[in-house]
Nanobody, 124 residues
Framework: QVRLQESGPGLVKASQTLSLTCTVS??????????WSWIRQPPGKGPEWMGA???????FYNPSLKSRTSISRDTSTNQFTLQLGSVTPEDTALYFC????????????????WGQGTQVTVSS
């Protein structure tokens, strides 16, 4: 069973860059054929897929966030990261990393694995 754990600051000031790391265990970001994904859920709203990186290093972004989003990976530590620039209070959300079988993931399907999520609040 793949395990994922998000880490990063819980509070970010507006206009700054939000940076999160996902540490993967019991799985390999270079060998396992998942999309290593970032998904967020603002309070009172549904999940929003932000982007993903696959086992080969190909990166995919939600077009609505692409101009502010950067996803990368560190194969030596089996981690992948999210950076979201120029944040506003509207970026306040519960942020998840996940190993998903489909690319644009907003629901949890059998065989997908999600982290527990980390709350990020953007202060104005």
């Amino acid at each position: 069973q793949v395990r994922l754990q998000e880490s990063g600051p819980g509070l970010v000031k507006a206009s700054q860059t939000l940076s999160l790391t996902c540490t993967v265990s019991s799985g390999s970001i270079t060998a396992d054929l998942y999309y290593w994904s970032w998904i967020r859920q603002p309070p009172g709203k549904g999940p929003e897929w932000m982007g993903a990186i696959d086992h080969s290093g190909s990166i995919f972004y939600n077009p609505s966030l692409k101009s502010r989003t950067s996803i990368s990976r560190d194969t030596s530590t089996n981690q992948f990261t999210l950076q979201l620039g120029s944040v506003t209070p509207e970026d306040t959300a519960l942020y998840f990393c996940a190993a998903t079988q489909g690319l644009v993931a907003t629901e949890r399907y059998d065989g997908d694995y999600w982290g527990q999520g980390t709350q990020v609040t953007v202060s104005s």
